[in-house]
């Protein structure tokens, strides 16, 4: 079994229009939620894509 390092870690899948960004969250039961949305690339979005990661504590 591995050790669990982060509670809250995002992975990306970056395209030349689009970010698609997943968040996942694991509980001391061991149990992960995954909660994913898609950004696209321009500043404004990229924005909103930071302050996502921020209000999910990421």
């Known amino acids: 079994m591995m050790k669990l390092k982060y509670s809250i870690c995002c992975g990306l899948d970056v395209h030349k229009n689009v970010i698609v960004a997943t968040i996942v969250t694991t509980g001391k ?3 992960s939620e995954y909660n ?3 950004f ?3 500043n404004s979005d990229i924005q909103r894509f930071h302050n996502w990661l921020i ?4």
Do not use: D
């Open 40 to 42: 696209s690339t321009i």
């Open 55 to 58: 209000k999910n504590n990421c």
């Open 29 to 31: 039961n061991g149990i």
């Open 36 to 38: 994913q949305k898609s």
